[in-house]
């Protein structure tokens, strides 16, 4: 019965199992031979589920949400490049290489790999690391759990608590074995205090009781539903890019377009993504624009889904995979961006800037000596990051930069696609806030928001004109000049907090003189409408 509880168990998670496997050998409940082949039996098998999984499914794989956010198209192309070169040297490599395994073994059946040889060699991999794994617990394991239990009182909490400790352990080691690893472990344990890259849930706690206190003060959850009247649930969730820029002045906006939602084309029966491609095209020839152009989701949010797009074939690749509607616009070469927050009180005639975030997009410069990846976990600031721009350069993983060659790594504004955000309190004059305002007023209904903006001279735009706005965000907008990493932590609180009673003040204000507020029950309707019915890819170009 132990046997097949610890081979089941390997399923959920192989190294949890082998270190709880060998604490529990030292402690004399499970037997050393009974321990070591239940595990590796169920890290064999596993390994070969992965293996017939991506020959059975093959590529269909990449096209589920599940899978595509852990192995994309073109990393396939990079594991057939390397399985090509290196052979079955990437599959050992992978049984001891954190985070390899599950691409790799997956990558072998996908791209029809020997199943004799992938069993193999996966065989003689798991033969080293199980054991390695198992009895290095046991032996290391001792110590730990008695000076544990001493503490604790408790067996069962001592081997608990020991397990976790072995696996951090486990963690370092492994990373401090590579360059990249290295870099791994120095990018994690620096987010303890970088917290611009914390994760947003993290970073929004101590804003929690802040809105509790607005909410009682207000006497309403849902004021904030009614500071922008215009605009569906204020600008809270799902609301069209597309719709709110209309209501803009259009010489102040980036030319733009809406191509409605249509579906992707696989089964034959009518290409929606050609017709769409064509709408396009049309649009293209009556208002004189050319490529590039950007493209991305009328409702998203945080940069997901934007493409820059140099040619038909790109255009028509995006149409296919994202049926919901898109926004197409002229690309403004800028190459300045930034984030001009306004607030409103409907009482008042003006409008302010409540803060300016100057955006700069991170580019990476080559030696001629390192790969792409390794520049980019080498760097201080992208190795934080790492994930989005080795997942958008996925193609480019191996190339070596030229020395001096310059990469731009993002073209979205966003913190989160790895764009710099810095405090613009220097662009903020007097001109600025008064272009803004007369801007804003002008979209009647409108009183809390970020407007980004794209501009070619510095100058121009401290004079409040020779800019053109990307987008308009409304209740959910953040004051994002907060992520400046040579602020303070209390600066930054101090900033949102203000934000969200600006918020919260606006709503009121504008609910009294009789906006509709949203109810909890729409609002949590239209969310869970929204959050089921998208379809963009997190990341962007």
């Avoid at 890259?197 to 509790?212: E, K, T």
């Avoid at 000596?369 to 996925?394: C, K």
């Avoid at 020779?466 to 930054?492: C, H, K, M, Q």
Wanted: with cysteine.
């Amino acid at each position: 019965m132990s046997f097949l509880a610890i081979l089941l168990a390997t399923f959920l998670h192989e190294d949890i199992t082998c270190i709880s496997v060998g604490l529990l050998i030292r402690e004399g409940r499970v037997d050393r031979l009974v321990g070591v082949l239940a595990c590796f039996t169920g890290i064999f098998i596993g390994d070969l589920g992965l293996w017939l999984i991506g020959r059975l499914f093959g590529r269909r794989l990449l096209r589920t949400r599940w899978i595509a956010a852990r192995l994309h198209a073109e990393r396939m192309e990079q594991l057939a490049t390397w399985f090509n070169r290196r052979g079955w040297q990437l599959v050992v490599a992978a049984r001891f290489v954190p985070g390899t395994r599950f691409p790799v073994f997956l990558a072998a059946g996908i791209l029809g790999r020997s199943a004799w040889q992938f069993a193999l060699i996966a065989m003689l991999a798991a033969t080293v690391w199980t054991p390695m794994l198992v009895l290095g617990s046991a032996w290391l394991g001792k110590p730990v759990v008695e000076s544990l239990r001493g503490w604790l009182g408790s067996t069962w909490l001592a081997i608990g608590l020991a397990v976790v400790l072995i696996m951090i352990a486990l963690y370092v080691v492994e990373r401090m074995a590579t360059p990249i690893g290295r870099a791994q472990l120095i990018a994690t344990v620096s987010r303890l205090w970088r917290w611009e890259f914390w994760p947003q849930w993290v970073f929004y706690i101590p804003v929690v009781p802040w809105i509790a206190w607005l909410v009682l003060r207000h006497r309403s959850l849902m004021a904030p539903t009614a500071a922008n009247p215009a605009i569906p649930h204020s600008g809270i969730v799902g609301e069209s890019k597309y719709d709110i820029l209309s209501r803009l002045p259009s010489e102040w906006i980036v030319p733009t377009a809406l191509i409605p939602a249509g579906r992707a084309a696989d089964d034959g029966s009518g290409d929606v993504a050609a017709e769409r491609l064509e709408l396009l095209r049309r649009l293209m020839m009556e208002r004189g624009w050319s490529y590039p152009l950007i493209l991305k989701p009328d409702a998203g949010e945080r940069g997901a889904g934007v493409r820059l797009v140099r040619d038909d074939a790109a255009a028509a690749a995006y149409l296919q995979r994202f049926a919901v509607p898109i926004v197409a616009q002229v690309y403004h070469p800028g190459p300045h961006e930034a984030g001009v927050f306004y607030v409103r009180l409907p009482s008042e005639q003006r409008g302010r800037i409540f803060s300016i975030t100057d955006k700069a997009p991170p580019v990476l410069t080559g030696d001629g000596q390192h790969t792409f990846e390794q520049l980019i976990w080498r760097h201080p600031r992208f190795r934080m990051q790492a994930d989005v721009f080795l997942d958008r350069f996925a193609d480019q993983a191996d190339r070596v930069l030229d020395r001096g060659e310059e990469l731009r790594l993002a073209v979205a504004g966003n913190h989160c696609q790895g764009t710099l955000f810095r405090d613009g309190g220097h662009l903020l004059t007097p001109a600025l806030e008064t272009a803004i305002d007369a801007i804003a007023r002008q979209f009647e209904g409108f009183f809390f928001g970020r407007f980004d903006l794209r501009y070619a001279d510095v100058a121009a735009l401290r004079a409040g004109r020779d800019f053109r706005i990307v987008e308009l965000n409304g209740a959910l907008s953040e004051s994002t000049n907060i992520y400046d990493p040579a602020r303070s932590l209390l600066w930054a609180y101090g900033t949102l907090f203000r934000q969200w009673w600006w918020l919260y003040e606006i709503g009121a204000a504008n609910a009294a003189r009789g906006a509709r507020v949203s109810s909890w029950g729409e609002l949590r309707s239209d969310m869970r409408r929204y959050y089921q019915q998208q379809q963009v890819a997190p990341n962007s170009d």
